[in-house]
């Protein structure tokens, strides 16, 4: 149990590490903020008021796509800037596994990729394969999870090879119909399926093929990169609430509503089998 929830891919009460590391940047700029007398939030942002609502389009059921692609991928970022050291292991190196033909620098191990660098290179992935946000949180969940068992860090040197294997995990596990590692291929055209396919059985033993995402724990990944989001003004979109989108949303609750309302009526109606069914027996046992 305690390793359980030191481990925040697996346990819903453990903190989210990406948030961690990120508290150290967040600290800094609120005191240069302080300090600069400058306003911590941008002045476009947008308030809800008496006459006016806003609200952006992201749940947790349904979280929009391109806010969440930034938002773990400024997880991975703050992964890679604020690591303990640079443990990694050779399937994962692009100097050994290079993604493309062009040569790999001597020095590619001590270069911090930005933000927008690991944004483009995780946005064309899900826009080649066309991938769920849903994906891309569980992607987040599996990247955790592989540096919390295997003891690694996530680094110039592995980063891309790293994130690679959790998407591609993430789309066979989460999306109705995956992508296959064949479809990788095209979109990274200089990689071989034999690799792709190396990596993930590698990818899998790390984790010892434990791939259960529960909801607890997506639904904390989720709302901590709300607040990664918040800390680094990195606002999801905000529209006014008009007649049409009340409409909408109410609609959308009185069919979760009634979901649960036939949940909970087949759970009763079992509860009910299953009491007739003891009665039956204890009837048999006394007849006997």
């Known amino acids: 149990d305690l390793a359980l929830e030191s481990n925040p891919s697996d346990h819903p009460r453990a903190s989210t590490i990406f948030l961690s590391k990120s508290q150290t940047d967040v600290r800094e700029k609120r005191k240069s903020n302080h300090i600069n007398h400058v306003s911590p939030g941008q002045l476009t942002k947008k308030y809800s008021s008496c006459s006016t609502i806003f609200l952006d389009d992201s749940t947790v059921s349904q979280p929009n796509l391109r806010s969440t692609i930034k938002c773990v991928t400024l997880a991975i970022y703050y992964h890679i800037k604020n690591r303990d050291s640079d443990r990694s292991l050779d399937i994962f190196d692009e100097k050994l596994h290079p993604l493309t033909r062009e040569e790999v620098s001597d020095d590619y191990c001590k270069h911090d990729p930005d933000h927008k660098h690991i944004y483009r290179f995780v946005r064309t992935l899900f826009s080649a394969a066309q991938l769920t946000a849903e994906c891309a949180i569980v992607t987040l969940v599996y990247l955790e999870r592989l540096l919390t068992y295997a003891e690694i860090d996530i680094c110039p040197s592995n980063w891309k090879r790293i994130v690679l294997g ?19 291929c095209q979109i990274l055209k200089d990689i071989t399926v034999e690799d792709m396919n190396e990596m993930e059985r590698h990818f899998l ?3 010892q093929f434990n791939i259960n995402v529960p909801a607890s724990v997506y639904a904390k990944y989720y709302f901590d990169l709300r607040s990664l989001a918040d800390d680094n003004n990195l606002s999801f979109l905000l529209e006014p609430l008009s007649k049409e989108r009340a409409q909408k949303l109410e609609a959308i609750s009185r069919l ?3 979901k649960y309302k036939d949940l909970s009526k087949a759970a009763m109606r079992r509860s009910i089998s299953a009491d007739n069914l003891v009665g039956i027996r204890r009837s048999n046992a006394i007849i006997s």
């Open 166 to 184: 959790a998407i591609l995990l993430a789309s066979k596990v989460w999306d109705d119909q995956a992508v296959w590692n064949v479809d990788y």
């Open 205 to 207: 033993e790390l984790l």
């Open 256 to 258: 979760c509503e009634d």
